[in-house]
């Protein structure tokens, strides 16, 4: 399993600009939520508009004129009788709901080298304020757009999943 880590910053820019949230407007209080993640899915597109024309039976062509960021995707396992996981499961949930910019990063020194690593910035987010990162640790900003919990039959663990778009 990953160790992939997530922060809200508070800010809603990535510049950091404007006032930083507090109390209930940033999960947990801006510290980290570390998640054994299974998977952590990168997503990219190419930015097409394939609308159909209505009352054609025709293929669409495709043009330019639309835009979609990348999305990542964290998959993983919650234990119903680890009481930490189970904490987790509304801060997770609250990471749909608050309005800062989430940072999203791997958080061990393993010596490997992770998607975010290869993918992300260090930027004004590394830093040791309320929610800021080591300053070495590359990351990506992202905005979550849903969070999926599912019961298994045997009642024993959760599946998870949550999606976020990178944003600038």
Sequence with gaps: MGHTAITDTGYVTTDKSGTQFTGDDIVNSGDSIVLRTASLDYVRGA??????????YTDTELNFTAFSNPMIIARGIFNNNDSNDMDT???????????G????????????????????????????????????????????????????????????????????
């Design 47 to 56: 930015n097409f508009d394939n609308n159909s024309q209505p009352a054609t």
């Design 89 to 99: 499961i509304l801060l997770l949930d609250q990471m749909c709901k608050t309005k």
């Design 101 to 168: 910019i989430k940072l999203i990063y791997y958080n061990a020194d393993d010596g490997y080298r992770e998607l975010t690593n290869s993918l992300g910035i260090l930027d004004s987010h590394n830093g040791v304020g309320t929610g800021d990162i080591p300053t070495n640790i590359k990351h990506l900003h992202i905005r979550f757009k849903s969070f999926t919990i599912k019961q298994n039959a045997d009642k024993k663990r959760l599946n998870y999943e949550l999606k976020g778009e990178i944003t600038a």
